[in-house]
């Protein structure tokens, strides 16, 4: 059974860190690519950051680039979005994508606020 279960998010202050991370189980991690997306109510889901399969390549969104890391631990099957300077623009849902033409999958989200 495939699953992708993020955790890490919370109301953090602006200016504030948060880490998300993403366990994922039932399919080969290490092969895959691996994103984060977000979703703020009333707008679409954006892609954050991705990582290859191999965790050497990386792609930010101009939004977060300089403030967020992606990374990945294929030995424990998760990835993490390293969030700092955090400002209210960023307060959404958060989801990790696992893709792997043709297959991909997504987690259930995790919320993330970011107000004084």
């Known amino acids: 059974q495939v699953q992708l279960v993020e955790s890490g998010g919370g109301l953090v202050q602006p200016g504030g860190s948060l880490r998300l991370s993403c366990a994922a189980s039932g399919f080969p991690f290490s092969l895959y690519v691996m994103r984060w997306y977000r979703q703020a109510p009333g707008k679409e889901r954006d892609l954050v950051a991705q990582?290859?399969?191999?965790?050497?390549?990386?792609i930010y969104a101009d939004s977060v680039k300089g403030r967020f890391t992606i990374s990945r631990d294929n030995v424990k099957s998760t990835a993490y979005l390293q969030m700092n300077s955090l400002t209210p623009e960023d307060t959404a849902v958060y989801y990790c994508d696992a893709a792997k033409w043709p297959l991909e999958y997504w987690g259930q989200g995790t919320q993330v606020t970011v107000s004084s």
């Open positions: 990582i290859s399969s191999g965790g050497s390549a990386t």
